[in-house]
């Protein structure tokens, strides 16, 4: 497989473009940024690989709450 660098965001379902936008890290303290950045790359990654469906949609949204939880712990150390 091959991941597909010009795919654009419009050219995407609504549903991946929505879950696309939930990584943004640019608004985080650089701390975070270093964490979130790794699954953001991750996602977009895979929505250039992947074709979409329900269980690309399924893998965002788990990476998501992933990323969440990671940079909670970031959050924590950094106390």
């Given amino acids: 497989m091959e991941v597909d660098v010009d795919a654009t965001p419009e050219s995407?379902?609504?549903g991946t473009t929505h879950l696309l936008n939930l990584f943004e890290y640019e608004h985080l303290p650089p701390h975070l940024q270093e964490v979130s950045k790794q699954l953001a790359e991750a996602a977009?990654?895979?929505v250039g690989?992947?074709?979409d469906g329900p269980e690309l949609?399924?893998?965002?949204?788990k990476?998501?709450?992933a990323k969440d939880c990671f940079v909670r712990q970031a959050v924590i150390d950094a106390r």
């Fill in 12 to 14: 995407r379902h609504p």
């Fill in 63 to 65: 990476l998501l709450e």
């Fill in 57 to 61: 949609t399924t893998g965002l949204r």
């Fill in 44 to 46: 977009a990654y895979l």
């Fill in 49 to 51: 690989l992947l074709g």
